[in-house]
């Protein structure tokens, strides 16, 4: 086994890794326009993303533990980049991999960066939206007969926007 096919299938992942990062930007831009639609489009086309990701990472998985299983290399634990990178033999093997893992690492990092974003952003528009409700919904005030709000605990229940008259 050669470690170029690991090479190809880290470079396979790193691609799928971009294309999810298109994504969340693209995602970026609809959450602030508030598009629904898209948003919905966007999330169906990110879970088939992350699907891949997971068969690809299975896939280097397997690779990886034959690889270094057929060099005589024991490992505990499911065996890492940097674990193919001490077995590699030669030094341009060596610099390939480590190439190929900086890039997947700096695109994982962007990628974790702009769902924060996102989430960040999801949570402002949803507390927007209750703050919105929170403004139409009616306020239930005990009035006395004299006409003045009396002071003290509303004991009433508060009323959701459906039990609001138009």
Excluded at 84 to 98: K, M, P, S
Aim: glycine share 4%.
């Amino acid at each position: 086994m050669s470690v170029q096919t690991i090479i190809d299938t880290l470079e396979k992942l790193e691609k799928v890794h971009r294309s999810l990062l298109e994504l969340a930007l693209r995602k970026t831009e609809v959450i602030k326009k508030g598009d629904m639609v898209e948003l919905d489009q966007i999330l169906k086309n990110e879970q088939s993303h992350v699907a891949a990701i997971e068969t690809i990472e299975k896939q280097r998985q397997v690779l990886v533990t034959d690889y270094l299983k057929s060099k005589g290399i024991d490992f505990s634990d499911i065996p890492t980049v940097a674990d193919l990178i001490e077995a590699a033999h030669t030094e341009n093997e060596r610099e390939l991999l480590q190439q190929v893992r900086e890039r997947l690492v700096q695109v994982v990092g962007e990628l974790k960066s702009q769902n924060d974003l996102n989430q960040k952003l999801v949570y402002q528009s949803l507390q927007f939206v209750n703050m919105s409700l929170e403004m139409i919904r009616p306020q239930n005030e005990q009035i006395n007969y004299s006409g003045n709000q009396v002071k003290g605990q509303n004991s009433a229940p508060k009323r959701s926007i459906f039990d609001s008259q138009a």
